[in-house]
């Protein structure tokens, strides 16, 4: 099924909605929780014999409780991540670390005294569980659950398998935490990569919104500068020189008149003009896609705002750009532009390599910004992105009159 990426419509791909809020950081976590739950059951497989020697060590209350508070939580989280359910793979994540200490502290009540030459299964999996806690914990939380899951998981091993050296049990937790660490570390940094990113990213969009108020106040400055040189300070003049007569009246009433009228829209251009300019963007870019402009009869008498014809003119030679950089050496690539009585429809289109829109990076802006968002702040503008593996790739951008 062909991938979609549409600008209309909630839960589309990344070329629709291209970067939701903390998406790199969800995605991590989305991975985090499938690592996790996935190594916890491996473990469990691999650990089934140790937990069923174990049992002599301890109560008969606490074995299977202990092990559905340790591994049930992870699987949980597993399934969570799998069918994307954000909230209760955080609450799996919560629940698994809360789980492990709970049955290490528990541990300790059901000990009978008893020595064991197996290794004992808990301590086993205190960097797993400092995994999952990383998923809702701080940093400097994180590793100070590490420190009391290691120091908790090394506590029970050394009672249930004594060792008559002096000081095995602090250099035990010393190298389990020092190992256990690089992997908590490197998750960690992940995490907060990932968030770095999420801030990154949206700076980079609130710097552009600002860009984009800051000309279009400008712009607008201009107009109002212009209407009052023009018109206001003329009529001004006027009045100071010539007195109350009759061409100081009419010019204060066109004045006026002026004032209360709407502002007029971007200059307009001719149709013939706009498709002349789209074609000479494609081209100066590439020169070897084939371009057809077609216009229906009634398109005659279309003409675009030239900031309309700018964006499209932008987006395209972006598009046309990626298709360069991404489609393959031997992609042929196609450009399409049709009119209609009051709208304008550019595809741009390659049958190349193609790609999964939504596994475009977040920090990959080419698409997401330069042409998605792009046309979409255009009044009348719409924007969809399709493409798949091996499939090539489409875009198509259009501009509608507003009515």
Known sequence: MTTTADTTGAGSTIA?????????????????????????????????????????????????????????????????????????????????????????????????????????????????????????????????????????????????????KAGILPLS???????????????????????????????????????????????????????????????????????????????????LDKLDTQPVPATMVPLRAALTQLRAGVHAVDLSPRVDATASPESAALTIPADVVDVLDAAVSEAVRNSMLHAGADAARHVSIRADVDSLTVDVLDDGCGFDPGAVPPHRLGVAVSIIRRVRALEGGSAQVVSRPGAGTAVHLAWSAPR
């Open 173 to 255: 937790i010393m190298f389990t935490l020092s190992f256990s660490l690089l992997f908590v570390a490197a998750g960690v940094m992940t995490l907060r990569t990932a968030r770095l990113l999420d801030e990154t990213r949206a700076g980079t969009y609130a710097a552009a919104a600002r860009t984009a108020a800051t000309l279009a106040r400008k712009s607008h400055r201009t107009k109002i500068d212009a209407l009052l040189h023009d018109w206001v300070i003329s009529t001004l003049l006027a009045a100071g020189r010539q007195g109350n007569n009759d061409a100081v009246r009419q010019q204060a009433l066109l004045t």
């Open 16 to 164: 629709d909605d291209p970067i939701p809020d903390n998406e790199a950081q969800t995605r991590i976590v989305r991975l985090f929780g499938i690592f996790v739950g996935s190594s916890y059951l491996v473990y469990l497989a691999i650990l089934s014999p140790s937990i069923v020697s174990n049992t002599d060590l301890v109560a008969g209350w606490w074995t299977v409780p202990a092990v559905a508070a340790v591994f049930g939580p992870p699987v949980v989280l597993l399934a969570a991540s799998i069918v994307r359910r954000r909230d209760l793979a955080r609450m799996a994540a919560v629940t698994s670390a809360v789980g492990y200490l709970a049955a290490g502290l528990t541990w300790l009540i059901a000990w009978n005294h008893e020595s064991s030459t197996v290794p004992l299964w808990y301590s086993m999996l205190p960097a797993f569980a400092a995994l999952a806690a990383a998923v809702v914990m701080p940093a400097r939380t994180t590793i100070a659950y590490l420190c009391a899951a290691v120091v908790l998981s090394c506590t029970t091993e050394y009672l249930a398998r004594p060792d008559d």
